[in-house]
């Protein structure tokens, strides 16, 4: 999915659950969310790779299928 910098809504990189902004050259905090309830989900790091999983019944959510939302601070 895509994502916008909420600061000049150029698209953002996402790495591991975190997004970065080239244009404004800082990482844009994000919440993955569940595809399907649309809660937050947990992200459970292990040895360099991100899994999310989901706590409302759905398991673990591929990672092309979190909804990343940019996180206003
Ligand atoms: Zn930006
Ligand atoms: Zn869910």
Same mark, same amino acid.
């Given at each position: 999915? %895509? ?5 000049? #809504? @150029?698209?953002? %990189?996402? @790495? @591991?659950?975190?997004? #970065? =902004?080239?244009? =404004? *050259? !800082? *990482?844009?905090?994000?919440? $993955?969310?569940?595809?399907? =309830? #649309? ?5 459970? !790091?292990?040895?360099? $790779?991100? *899994?999310? /999983?989901?706590?409302?019944? #759905?398991? +673990?959510?591929? !990672? !092309?299928? &979190? %909804? /990343? &939302?940019? +996180?206003? $601070?």
């Amino acid at each position: 999915m %895509e994502l916008n910098c909420p600061t000049c #809504h @150029n698209l953002l %990189e996402l @790495n @591991n659950g975190v997004a #970065h =902004c080239v244009t =404004c *050259d !800082k *990482d844009i905090p994000v919440e $993955a969310r569940c595809p399907e =309830c #649309h809660k937050p989900l947990d992200v459970l !790091k292990a040895c360099g $790779a991100v *899994d999310y /999983f989901c706590q409302n019944g #759905h398991g +673990l959510i591929s !990672k !092309k299928r &979190v %909804e /990343f &939302v940019p +996180l206003s $601070a």
